[in-house]
T-cell receptor
Framework: SAVISQKPSRDICQRGTSLTIQCQVD?????MFWYRQQPGQSLTLIAT?????????ESGFVIDKFPISRPNLTFSTLTVSNMSPEDSSIYLCSVVPEGDYGYTFGSGTRLTVV | AQSVTQLDSQVPVFEEAPVELRCNYSSSVSVYLFWYVQYPNQGLQLLLK??????LVKGINGFEAEFNKSQTSFHLRKPSVHISDTAEYFCAVRHYGGATNKLIFGTGTLLAVQP
């Protein structure tokens, strides 16, 4: 299965600032997914990132708040913009390795906004 | 639309006892089903998955799950739990053949194993 490196693993940020989270995969994948896990909650899909096209956002998530880049088949970034304390969550990237059906997740970025 | 229901938010159980974590899904089409485990302060790890074929699926750490199409369920079981099994368990579903391949998660069940 694929190995995902996600950075940073955690951060504490001031409100009003932005944080960019990186996700690097050790193999080429068509789709990458970004999830949010709010404290004590389940995972909610933010967007699907395809290489060479704009990300597809789920209801309740917008590009201005969560811009995503996908410059190649092994890398993606998620930016959390103009942060508020409500953005404090764990953010995870996920991929489906080619020829597989099981999703692999990164270890997550634990974000605290103060 | 797909949805996943995990009725039990928390399941307390004594060590070496059997456990069942319940998962029901709703979908108008065929689905793939998954169970993930999240240990404290860690990411998600795939326990097992059902794609097709045998309805009884065996996973890691002694867990197994049974797909029941008529009851739209995918309950997770383990015959004897250990303290180290204490974690959050998530059931998830994906639409078979869907263009986006997105994974929809249930709300999770905290398995609390007591000595």
């Amino acid at each position: 299965s694929a190995v995902i490196s996600q950075k940073p693993s955690r951060d504490i940020c001031q409100r009003g600032t932005s944080l960019t989270i990186q996700c690097q995969v050790d193999s080429q994948v068509t789709m990458m997914f970004w999830y949010r896990q709010q404290p004590g909650q389940s995972l909610t899909l933010i967007a699907t990132a395809n290489q060479g096209s704009e990300a597809t956002y789920e209801s309740g998530f917008v590009i201005d708040k969560f811009p995503i880049s996908r410059p190649n088949l092994t890398f993606s970034t998620l930016t959390v913009s103009n942060m508020s304390p409500e953005d404090s969550s764990i953010y995870l990237c996920s991929v489906v390795p080619e020829g597989d059906y099981g999703y692999t997740f990164g270890s997550g970025t634990r974000l605290t906004v103060v | 639309a797909q949805s996943v229901t995990q009725l039990d938010s928390q399941v307390p159980v004594f060590e070496e006892a059997p456990v069942e974590l319940r998962c029901n899904y709703s979908s108008s089409v065929s689905v793939y089903l998954f169970w993930y485990v999240q240990y404290p302060n860690q990411g998600l790890q795939l326990l097992l998955k059902y794609l097709s074929g045998s309805t009884l699926v065996k996973g890691i750490n002694g867990f197994e799950a049974e797909f029941n199409k008529s009851q739209t369920s995918f309950h997770l079981r383990k015959p004897s739990v250990h303290i180290s099994d204490t974690a959050e368990y998530f059931c998830a579903v994906r639409h078979y053949g869907g263009a986006t391949n997105k994974l929809i998660f249930g709300t999770g069940t905290l398995l609390a194993v007591q000595p």
